[in-house]
């Protein structure tokens, strides 16, 4: 499925520095988003939520939606080693699927 | 946020067997279930997306036969896995959204198979 595509990674990033994570998608008719993060094993848990135009912030996360050109970012503000999980951008199409991208392993270094 | 409660966490079972997974939506009403594959290193890969009542839409590739989903309440999904083989050795995922088919999925714990 190449629905939504991410950027592999991995990604490394120094403690305190900004994440920027990126998705695109294909079904231009979409119209919500999300952000999850996987822990190896463990099932995804939901980070922010995004249908509109723009930015989007909830505490040390930035989404960022445009729609014109299919694109969905993530910024993580103030990194912690805690954040390094595997990001996967997940988007509703709207025959109601729900897709997920790759996923982006990011690694926050202390 | 909702509670998905999936069953078993891991299974093993020998090659040729059946194996029935359960999704339960605990505080609230699923009206749509999907079923993810997950393996090692890699994304969630859609099975397919069942609403409550009738048959499972599935993604191409995905044998309908092999995989037997269903949905019989608003509150219950089960897939399950017929004649597993090694190859079906994965993590099973399944979701669970509410009546507003916008908002955001909602993930049971996960269930690791592996077919010896």
């Known amino acids: 499925q190449k629905e939504v595509e991410q950027n592999s990674g991995p990604l490394s990033v120094p403690e305190g520095a900004i994440a920027s994570l990126n998705c695109t998608y294909s079904d231009r008719g979409s119209q919500s988003f999300f952000w999850y993060r996987q822990y190896s094993g463990k099932s995804p848990e939901l980070i922010m939520s995004i249908y509109s135009n723009g930015d989007k912030e909830d505490g040390r996360f930035t989404a960022q939606l445009n729609k014109a050109s299919q694109y969905v970012s993530l910024l993580i503000r103030d990194s912690q080693p805690s954040d390094s999980a595997t990001y996967l951008c997940?988007?509703?199409?709207?025959?109601?699927?729900?897709?997920f991208g790759t996923g982006t392993s990011l690694t926050v270094i202390p | 946020g909702a509670v998905v409660s999936q069953h078993p966490s891991r299974v093993i079972c020998k090659s040729g067997t059946s194996v029935k997974i359960e999704c339960r939506s605990l505080d609230f009403q699923a009206t749509t279930m999907f079923w993810y594959r997950q393996f090692p290193k890699q994304s969630l890969m859609l099975m397919a997306t069942s609403n409550e009542g009738s048959k499972a839409t599935y993604e191409q590739g995905v044998e309908k036969d092999k995989f037997l989903i269903n949905h019989a309440s608003l509150t219950l999904s089960t897939l399950t896995v017929t004649s597993a083989h090694p190859e079906d050795s994965s993590f099973y995922i399944c979701s669970a959204r509410g009546h507003k088919n916008t908002g955001e999925l909602f993930f049971g714990e996960g269930s690791r198979l592996t077919v010896l």
């Open positions: 997940a988007v509703n199409t709207p025959g109601n699927q729900f897709y």
